[in-house]
């Protein structure tokens, strides 16, 4: 197992959710412990207010001593005013530890995607990672953070307000635990009427954004065959639909609306009464105070119940970002390098010993043998799916032989720990990757103490420091997203820029000239001339007319060797490389 491996790792197979979230809040235990005290603390008010009115309406009805009067006021002007410290203190005890368990989560699933193979992120779409990092994760914050502020309130409302019943008045208190829920699942359930016109009201907004998505794209062939009163046709018939389902959702939510607060009302009315003919009556010794008490807490507790239901929705959708999350934290595909040894230097001779490589039950690299000296240009050729970029990635180790080895130096690739051995490989791709930073972050990356004068030279080795002085902040200048400020040409220049920088022993270079300009390619080709010489290089290249000065040019079809040999002799032969090179012609 690579270094960096969370504990966290072992917390999702087979195991509830909600205990892994315990886990993940377990440093916090202490902290978590006092969150509560201080909202218990804060939080008195809202179930002692009952309490205090009803003391206060018996003192003056029953005319007790007014020294009752001022005791009440003082105890809930205490509470009142115990509120705003202990409300911070929750607040930092509760942030804190969801804050720390959010950041741990995403810096242990950055973590595990730098371990993942690079199968896993081809199989899985960087939108989804991106998803589980941000997403997932914030998920997971506001459940914790929902249960900790409504769930702790609706909870301690239920509590204090129960304790309050069966103390002052337990005759009522079998009442309560029957109609306060009943009240709260009456609520919902008109609530739930309501949400499949909702539904509709969405789907119609989402179909309407594509529509203007659509036409928004579509405006230059709209213009081009006069079909602006089509394109509005479509928009406008979407638009009345959401016209439509919004003023029938407005007014089934106020239909409904107004019969949920009209029924709970009624509900209430009939508590109030209840408790009134109760007292009145004396069949039961409650007071007028308790008869207010009473009507108050059914309001509260009812509440507190529909709360806490409302609650369902966002812990089961934290639940499964839990189990999302865990996907990736425990994905079993990880390039393993714990163990193996150390590559202290590259020579750059590589030789393939019989190699096959298959993804699931397609071989793509049969049976393939090849010495590669150090310092040697080899150039891979052939028709598409020929396995050319798959023998690549099994240089660079991104994949492992499923037969046969690879001896990097002499040694088994296979013992090696792969990482120390791209320390002296660099990739030249054919999109190169920049990213949201300037000229001398981008060629520099991962790299610490480069010199200006080194950048700068390997800028000019790389024929970009024409380009890069005309920018108005020259090296500091920022390329813009994945370089978009940039041309086709000049991102790869300045890819070039960073393998030079790199000096690599072992370098790669992926159709590197395939997509550009005659004047871009010439650029490139005199940097990549610069750059190849003296290191063992790899090209795979779509012209043949830029591999002519590779030492052997390797010939593929089918995942095996066709042919090997210098251009000369391979077009001597009349082989598949002369037919190659003839239909380029063509």
Known sequence: MSAHVNPMDRRYSGEHPVRTVAYLLADDKARLA????????????????PLVTANVIDVVVQHRPIGELWLNTLLLLAALALNYPFHVLFVRCLSTAVRRMGTGLRSALV???????????????????????????ESIETMVQQAGDMGLAATMMLVGGLVVIAVRVPVFLPVFLVLVPCAALLAMK????MRTDNEVLRREVEQLSTRVSEMTTLIPITRAHGLERAAMRRVDGTLSRVLDAGLRVDLVNGRFGALSWMSLNMIGVACL??????????????TAGDVVMLSAYFGSLTTSVIMLMNLGPQIMKG???????????QAPDLERNAGRATVDQVRGAIDFHGVGYAYDTVQAVRDFTLSVAPGERIAFVGPSGAGKSTVLNLVIGF???????????GRDMEELDLRSYRTSLSIVPQEPILFEGSITENVTYGMTDVSPERVRQALADANALEFVDALPEGEATVVGDRGARLSGGQRQRLAIARALIRDPRVLILDEATSALDTHSERLIQEALERLVRGRTVFVVAHRLSTIRNADRIVVMRDGRIEEVG???DLVTANGAYARLQAAQLV
């Open 34 to 49: 006092l969150a509560v005290v201080a909202f218990a603390v804060k939080h008195s008010p809202t179930w002692l207010l």
């Open 111 to 137: 973590g595990r995607m730098q371990q993942l193979s690079i199968g896993y992120h081809t199989r899985m779409s960087a939108g989804v990672l991106q998803n589980k990092v941000i997403r997932d994760v």
């Open 190 to 193: 008109l609530r739930n009427r």
């Open 273 to 286: 009464a209840g408790s009134a003919l109760v007292a009145y009556y004396g069949w039961a010794p409650i």
């Open 319 to 329: 639940l499964e970002s839990v189990r999302s999350v865990g996907e990736v934290l």
């Open 399 to 409: 994949l492992r032989p499923t037969s046969g080895r690879i001896l990097l130096d």
């Open 566 to 568: 210098p251009h000369d």
